[in-house]
Nanobody, 125 residues
Framework: QVELVESGGGLVQTGDSLRLSCATS????????MAWFRQALGTEREVVGV????????HYAASVKGRFTISRDNAKNRVYLQMNNLKPEDTAVYSC??????????????????WGQGTQVTVSS
């Protein structure tokens, strides 16, 4: 059974940091690119960060570049999102996602087929 379970969300103040974690099981983690998406109320879901199968390449949305860092641990089947200098506009439900990728260094931003339920991040001003 495929499972992706996010944790680490919460209520923080502007400028604070949070580290999200996504524990996965039920599939070959190292064969999948991993990504974090977010969706704020009334908006479309957007990709926040993507990491390649081998962890070498990453891609970030322009709005979070320099503040957020995506990482993965293939031994633990986990992906992380370190979020620094949080802003009110970062408030959203954050979800991790996985997709099979042929290339070990690819960072696709769409085509994700496995999803977690999400964790709420709220940043107060």
């Amino acid at each position: 059974q495929v499972e992706l379970v996010e944790s680490g969300g919460g209520l923080v103040q502007t400028g604070d940091s949070l580290r999200l974690s996504c524990a996965t099981s039920g599939f070959t983690f190292s064969a999948h690119s991993m990504a974090w998406f977010r969706q704020a109320l009334g908006t479309e879901r957007e990709v926040v960060g993507v990491i390649s199968r081998n962890g070498v390449n990453t891609h970030y949305a322009a709005s979070v570049k320099g503040r957020f860092t995506i990482s993965r641990d293939n031994a633990k089947n986990r992906v992380y999102l370190q979020m620094n200098n949080l802003k009110p506009e970062d408030t959203a439900v954050y979800s991790c996602a996985a997709r099979v990728t042929s290339y070990t260094d690819a960072v696709p931003t769409d085509g994700y087929t496995k999803w977690g339920q999400g964790t709420q991040v709220t940043v107060s001003s």
